[in-house]
């Protein structure tokens, strides 16, 4: 939105001015007039209102699809993961869009504008049963049509909305962290919380969609609980359009697309694969790379500042700070890794957990039971009682020993959710394990519409696990790929992150087919069986637990190893 360059006129006082940052005009702004918590506001009311869109959606989708469209336990499972994978996926399209062309700003007008239509259409085809009920009942043919056509229409609005989640999520987190200049020792400060406190948002956007949206969806209309996230995400882009006038809009360093200057240190570096090292150690000692300990790291990306034919002709060759940016966005790679087994975790709470909780008894009272999708609540109650105490209490508390501005390393903060999460796979386990006896000592195995007499409660630890899990893990991965990237690429970098999660429901979706063909067929139950009292979620979860374990063990020690970006925080 902003121009590249700065008008002369009406410019701020010197001492007040934001470097690096012009408003919606390309002005200057004044620290005080701008950015900071008031403008954070705007952006993240835009943003509760997509969490709660889409938990609204993603929360409760495999009990429409294994009741509205009757689908399989196992076909629902996959088909849930896999467009909570595209979701998240999609994201480093929509960071390309926004970093090398559109901007943040006009990217995440446009994405929920999408976004918006893809929830009406949705909407839509919820109501397209009652209308082709009311006037096919006698004409099979014609009902099946209407239903082939709901179901397509249903699937379309569905991947219409991660399009649009593609531009809104990259951009909303690093506009609303762009609003704080890091460079001001307060504002830095504010930055480090503003990724927690944007969290604990989010957290309660969910909370309300799973305590409303979930219960509106199983006992009044599915049509109604669509429609609500679609009025919901219309009223949180107004509410972004309003704070247009106060937001910061951070200049770029460099014209020059920042994904092509990347990939051109790549190239290079390919090309000049054969160059002798001592023609690349007399040019690291010329542009005085060595002494830093950054600069040694994947030294291969050094030939980049060579030209291809050896020569050093201006134009031909890569700067030093384009081979650092390289640097510091390959060095992102373990990390990313090793975080995938933690996103597989991830997705079991809206699928597999849910399904048990359909299966266990959950009235309050005599005439009122809970939606199963709304124990995921729990994960966001763990979440909103966590962060405050986190933020106000153990940082602090660390931030004295440690001396570091964030109490602990952002990749500490991360090893110890991974950690947690692990735990929390373990005790899914024990209580799945309880569940199955359950079953079999009340002769309930081959009965799975009768509600099984034990508590849902017993689910609770485990969600609740969950929730601190991603108070370390998912908050310090954002902070993580904000702070670890150049400037020009912070979409990027929160795609980066939201990609772990894209790529661990596909990992997630994959090994549950995977796992349903192996202990399936032959007329066996799988692990997934539709009947779960003849399943064996309790393999599964422990399978997982083994995998998170393994994963930390790696994880590890790639994070012992790494070197953090020189001036980011640690």
């Not at 509205?68 to 629902?76: E, F, H, I, K, N």
């Not at 209407?146 to 399009?163: D, E, K």
């Not at 735990?423 to 899914?428: F, Y």
């Not at 009965?447 to 508590?455: A, Q, R, Y």
Request: aromatic share 12%.
């Amino acid at each position: 939105m902003a121009a590249s360059g700065v008008s002369e006129s009406r410019l701020p006082l010197l001492d007040d001015t934001v470097d690096g940052s012009v408003d919606y005009k390309g002005r200057a702004v004044s620290r005080f007039s701008s950015g900071g918590w008031r403008s954070a506001s705007f952006i993240i009311g835009v943003e509760v209102a997509e969490r709660f869109a889409y938990y609204g959606i993603e929360s409760n989708l495999i009990n429409y699809l294994t009741g509205s469209l009757g689908q399989s336990t196992a076909a629902a499972a996959a088909n849930v993961n896999a467009w909570a994978g595209m979701c998240s996926l999609l994201p480093l399209l929509g960071a390309f869009v926004a970093d090398s062309f559109l901007g943040r700003y006009r990217t995440i007008v446009v994405a929920s504008a999408i976004y918006i239509l893809g929830l009406g259409l949705l909407t839509l085809s919820a109501i397209l049963p009652s209308i082709s009920s009311s006037g096919c009942e006698n004409t099979n043919k014609i009902v099946s049509c209407s239903h082939q056509f709901q179901v397509i229409l249903f699937f379309f609005s569905l991947y219409l909305v991660g399009i649009g989640q593609s531009g809104h999520k990259p951009c909303v987190q690093a506009f609303g962290a762009d609003q704080f200049d890091g460079q001001n020792p307060e504002e830095c400060k504010a930055k480090s919380s503003f990724f927690n406190w944007w969290y604990f948002s989010l957290c309660a956007g969910t909370l309300v969609a799973l305590w409303m949206l979930n219960y509106i969806q199983d006992n009044l209309s599915w049509a109604l609980g669509f429609g609500i996230p679609c009025i919901t995400m219309t009223i949180g882009l107004v509410i972004f359009l309003l704070g247009t006038k106060t937001y910061r809009f951070v200049i770029k360093g460099d014209e020059r697309n920042p994904f092509l200057r990347i990939g051109r240190v790549f190239i290079l570096a390919i090309k000049n694969w054969r160059t002798s090292s001592s023609a690349i150690a007399i040019e690291e000692e010329a542009h005085g790379t060595l002494p830093d300990k950054s600069s040694c790291q994947f030294r291969f990306l050094n030939k980049a500042l060579l030209a291809p034919d050896g020569s050093k002709e201006y134009g031909k060759l890569c700067s030093v700070n384009e081979v650092e940016e390289a640097k510091a966005v390959l060095r992102l790679g373990p990390i990313w890794a090793t975080s995938l087994v933690y996103a597989i975790v991830f997705a079991q709470p809206p699928t597999f957990f849910t399904k048990q909780g359909v299966t266990m008894d959950r009235s309050i009272t005599p005439g009122f039971s809970i939606p199963a999708a709304t124990l995921q609540s729990f994960v966001s109650l763990a979440i909103i009682s966590f962060l405050p105490i986190y933020d106000r209490i153990i940082v602090p508390i660390a931030r004295s020993f440690t001396r570091k501005p964030a109490g602990i390393t952002i990749l500490q903060r991360i090893g110890a959710g991974l950690f947690i999460s692990a735990i929390s796979m373990l005790i899914a386990a024990l209580v799945e394990i309880k569940r199955l006896r359950t079953a079999q000592e009340c002769g309930l195995v081959d009965m799975p519409n009768v509600t099984i007499p034990m508590s849902v409660w017993w689910l609770v630890p485990q969600y609740a696990l969950a929730g601190v899990s991603n108070v370390f893990t998912m908050v310090g991965l954002q902070e993580f790929f904000y702070d670890q990237v150049p400037n020009d690429l912070r979409s990027v970098g929160l795609s980066l992150y939201l990609s772990i999660f894209g790529v661990g429901s596909f990992l997630s979706s994959f090994l549950i087919s995977a796992i349903e063909k192996a202990t399936g067929g032959d007329g066996r139950d799988s692990w997934f069986a539709n009947n779960l009292n003849r399943g064996h979620l309790d393999y599964f979860y422990l399978l997982l637990a083994g995998l998170s374990f393994a994963a930390l063990a790696v994880y590890m020690y790639f994070a012992k190893s790494y070197i953090y970006n020189k001036g980011n925080r640690t």
